[in-house]
């Protein structure tokens, strides 16, 4: 089962060219990593910027969770999908979403 979809499109006026995704990740750990690996390799076959969003059903950060004050194994293996596809996580300034 996919759990993203995707639009590719250029801004006419600049001949900016740009991947938007919108995720969706399993709660199964395994589920989850696979749709990492999806989209790792999708990656490889552009070096347009990507904008991805949407729920990833984990949090990157301890302080991200309510209650958690330690790094868990599937909060590094968000950061190393982050890491590993060149993305910059941005701020929302929103807790506990």
Same mark, same amino acid.
Request: with cysteine; hydrophobic share 40%.
């Given at each position: 089962?996919?759990?993203?979809?995707?639009?590719?499109?250029?801004?006419?006026?600049?001949?900016?060219?740009?991947?938007?995704?919108? #995720?969706?990740? @399993?709660?199964? !750990?395994?589920?989850?990593?696979?749709?990492?690996?999806?989209? &790792? =390799? +999708?990656?490889?076959?552009?070096?347009?910027?990507?904008?991805?969003?949407?729920?990833?059903?984990? #949090?990157?950060? @301890?302080?991200? !969770?309510?209650?958690?004050?330690?790094?868990?194994?599937?909060? &590094? =293996? +968000?950061?190393?999908?982050?890491?590993?596809?060149?993305?910059?996580?941005?701020?929302?300034?929103?807790?506990?979403?």
């Amino acid at each position: 089962m996919q759990h993203w979809i995707s639009a590719t499109g250029i801004l006419q006026q600049n001949n900016f060219r740009c991947h938007i995704f919108i #995720v969706y990740a @399993p709660n199964d !750990r395994n589920e989850r990593l696979e749709v990492w690996n999806q989209l &790792r =390799e +999708l990656r490889t076959t552009s070096s347009d910027p990507w904008l991805l969003m949407g729920d990833f059903n984990k #949090v990157l950060q @301890p302080q991200e !969770r309510r209650g958690a004050n330690t790094m868990t194994p599937s909060m &590094r =293996e +968000l950061a190393h999908f982050i890491q590993d596809v060149q993305l910059i996580d941005m701020e929302i300034n929103l807790k506990f979403t």
